[in-house]
């Protein structure tokens, strides 16, 4: 079982990723809350499966060990996290890896941007 240690956790900070969150969630409050929460589920798992997928695999246990949670905490309240427990994530973010020399984490969540923006197109046309 993995667990998460506070003490290994790393921000990155993501402006253009978090201009990017906050116009998908002023977008998805115009739809019904089960709407809403289908697609930011949909849209985290989709994050996550990019993630674990661009992990370099030596032993395999990097990979293996990405976690995610996702939440509604409150009435359209989301929150979702993403984890890895392994103790030198950090070095392969940040480019110890012949295989992932630029990072996982970092790489899909400024590509993920372009894909909120799709996404944001559809919700505009579809509402």
Known sequence: MTTRNPNTRVAIAMGGFTRSMTEFFTAIAGLTKDNAWKKFQAFVLVT?????????????????????????????????????????????????????????????LLKQSAVIRNILKGLSRGR
């Open 48 to 108: 996550f499966n990019k993630i674990k997928n661009r992990t370099p695999v030596d032993t395999g246990m990097a990979k293996s060990s990405w976690r995610v949670e996702i939440n509604q905490v409150e009435e359209g309240y989301f929150t979702a996290e993403i984890w890895n427990g392994v103790h030198y994530i950090v070095y392969l973010e940040f480019g110890s890896s012949k295989q992932a020399p630029a990072g996982m984490l970092r790489i899909v």
